[in-house]
């Protein structure tokens, strides 16, 4: 997905809150503030569900652990559920991560990951890491689509 572009943030595309029931995750929030969750879908290979409401151009995403092996259950049991990680959408995803690697930065996978796009049927979104070791301890995803 090389856009030719100059790689940069464009925007704040997610906050993903890590909870152990997604249901009752947005019954709470929908009581408290009115929100309502109504798209949602699974990451297997992550062992995730994940509800979603859109908040101006923000997702506001909870994220339920389907297996007890998945990092957001581990998250849970370490710390419990609550604010598990921000998500910038950017340009240029690729050339972006070649920068951050030459800084030394600690991206998680590898290389980016490619999936169909939850939130818009036939477009592709790719996504990689940024480990909070490498970012004052905020875990930092940085996600490309189209």
């Known amino acids: 997905m ?59 995403q909870l994220v339920q652990p389907t297996t007890p092996e998945s990092v957001v259950a581990k998250f849970i049991e370490a710390r419990g559920e609550g604010l598990n990680h921000i998500a910038f959408k950017v340009e240029n995803l690729d050339e972006l991560v070649e920068e951050l690697r030459k800084k030394g930065v600690v991206l ?8 169909d796009n939850p939130l818009k049927k036939g477009e592709k979104a790719r996504y990689i890491f940024i480990h909070p070791k490498s970012a004052c301890g905020v ?8």
């Open 139 to 146: 875990l930092v995803e940085l996600i490309e689509t189209g």
């Open 108 to 115: 998680v996978p590898e290389k980016p990951v490619e999936v």
């Open 2 to 60: 090389r856009s030719g572009k100059k790689p940069r943030i464009v925007g704040v595309e997610e906050v993903a809150i890590a909870v152990r029931d997604a249901d009752r995750a947005a019954k709470v929030f929908e009581e408290l503030f009115g929100m309502r969750f109504g798209v949602e879908w699974e990451l297997p290979h992550e062992g995730i569900r994940v509800k979603s409401e859109r908040v101006g151009d923000t997702q506001i």
